[in-house]
């Protein structure tokens, strides 16, 4: 190792912990972890996970050099304790010191800016058990392989001790750490990793642990033995401004860490992008909940952009948060006094003549949220489609899952974002749990402040009472959290059946319904009238099917049926509702109700936001609108087809 790493070496074993019972000292450890922040601990969460299942306010202690100190666990990433196995993507713990952060000073890591997963060496850290004492260990190891979103895997010669999991892996070429053991493999050399940017599944608290982390080296601590940890990074020399260093970096993500947070990730995004002179990086956005996440798409692999890339970056972000009436002085007179040190004057401007984008550069009505957001038509902007397919001849029901992206721009055909992976498919009381990270990431990967991007499911006709509204994916929730999906977003129903181009009385209705500017409840089934296909294909533009049963069974899912073969492409339903054919007076309010509804509506594409505020009421008990708790909506826009079905005949070994 050479003299730079040894130093960084150290720098990173001072910032390593171990985890163990409060009380004696003859407790075994339960694991390793972090430093991250001031007062601030990062450790896998199966580490703290079998101690803690019963009682999360248990007090333990973090000890490690020149560190002894009371703790309890801050927030983890799992869904469910009682799980066998942990997921990569779930396997993190935040635990927080008790008392005040400068009450024990220690040493903290650096962590990885880079969107992208770290491959190759990796030393990694962490504490082992050899009784009477706990041992610190330091091994080197290989990053050969990732898996799942998070996942990292270390290549199959290197031996871990237990304790390790939970440790830090440093990345001695960036020095910088770039995830924290997870397990070694069960009776094989090896093991797994989580890679540091699942710690933004955290949401809120991973903003106010990386702005505490930035600042902390944007002061320039110094170690006992006078080491700074940006000081021992590698990184380009001092070529008279022409290259980004390290030392750039921690002052950019210091002085970004001072700004007001991002409102979401696409105003990330679209400012990193004009950074890069419109260049996209390769696959998907990561997600992206901080300046300091945009920042880190300035990359190509391990290297940085050009250094006026990022002074273009920190431009954009200080006229976006100036054009909300923020001030952010510090920030401004950095970028000056860094491009002054930029020899090329004649690229100066590509800096400070920079402008918001039009969507950007306005700041959003302090009520947007009855402001009544219009569906997206093609081409109107983003939206993204699950698909739940029944697996055939299953009993019962079990379904595969697609989820699809259209990113509404006019430019291409929705892409598919991802895929269910099982083999038999899921019960549906398994789809929450199984569309939580894929679903749930891309959804905060698309919402703008104030405009969370619509969802749209595809079912069957008889599984259309799916109540896909009343899923959430956050299992603690703010007291002022409106948590179900239907209340925080346009949630709409489709027809699995209508995959692909869509047929002439499903086009010209709608074609129809779109030029309409007031709409009237169609209650159907009618009491005492058989409504044939055709009393549905000649049906009024301005009438919208309403039923107060349930769409899957009974008498609804004729009458449903019929409106889908006959063109209709907008209805509302009970989805708990009766399934006889003898209506209650609760029918009879409903449908009134519905009356109101529709009534108000200025266009057909008011419809799936109206009813979201009166699920948002519901949700936060704000007024007497149950009525509509149960009622589901197809909203099926045959400008924007769902994707066809695969039909093409796949080659496979006999």
Known sequence: MTEPNERLHALAKAATVHLLPAGDDDKPLWGSGFFVAPGWVLTAAHVVRQHLRADRELTFRVRGEGVDAEARLAEWLLTDPDRPVVPLDEDLALVRLLGEADEQPHECVWLADRAVRHSGPVKVYGYY??????????????????????????????????????????????????????????????????????????????????????????????????????????????????????????EALNLLAAVPAPPDAPTVEALAIRARSGTRWPGPPPDLRTWRDGYGLLYEGAHPLDPLAFLRYLRFVDAYVRSRGEPCAPLDAWIERRLRRDPRREMHAFVRDVRLPDELSAAPAERTDRIVIPYPGPGEGPTVAVLLDPVIGSEPTRFFWQIWLDEGDGTGEPELYETDDSVHGLLPGELVQALRRPLGDLLRAKDRQNRPVPLEVALPTEHLDTAVHRWR?????????????????????????????????????????????????????????????????????????????????????????????????????????????????????????????LGGLGSLAELPDRLRHLRQDISERRADHTWAEPLALLYDDPGRPLPAEETETLDAPL
Not at 171 to 182: C, E, I, Q, S
Not at 185 to 206: H, M, P, S
Not at 529 to 557: L, N, S
């Open 129 to 250: 058990p050899e009784p009477p004492h706990t041992h610190a260990r330091a091994v080197d190891a290989d990053i050969n392989g990732h898996e799942d979103g998070y996942g990292l895997i270390i290549r199959p010669d290197i031996d871990f001790p237990a304790g390790v999991s939970g440790g830090p892996l440093l990345d001695p070429a960036t020095g910088a750490v770039v995830g924290l053991v997870k397990s070694r493999r069960k009776q094989q050399d090896g093991g797994k990793a989580v890679a540091i940017a699942a710690l933004r599944r955290f949401g809120e608290t991973y903003r106010t642990v990386i702005a505490a982390h930035d600042r902390w080296h944007g002061t320039e601590p110094v170690s006992e033995s006078g080491d700074n940890w940006i000081d021992q990074q590698s990184g380009p020399g001092a070529d008279g401004g022409a290259g980004w260093t390290p030392a750039d970096r921690r």
């Open 473 to 597: 994916f956050d299992d603690i929730a703010q007291l002022d959290d409106a948590g179900h999906l239907g209340a925080r977003r346009r949630v709409v129903l489709r027809s699995l059946a209508r995959r692909g181009d869509p047929d002439k009385l499903w086009a010209d209705r709608w074609q129809g319904m779109t030029a309409q500017q007031r709409f009237a409840c169609w209650r159907t089934p009618q009491r005492g009238v058989v409504t044939t296909g055709r009393g549905y294909r000649e049906a009024a533009f301005d009438r919208i099917p309403v039923m107060c049963r349930p769409a899957g069974r009974g008498p609804g899912r004729t009458a449903l049926k019929l409106a889908l073969e006959n063109g209709h492409g907008v209805a509302l339903w009970h989805i708990d509702g009766h399934v006889t054919r003898t209506c209650a007076e609760d029918c009879d309010t409903l449908h009134a109700k519905a009356q109101e509804l």
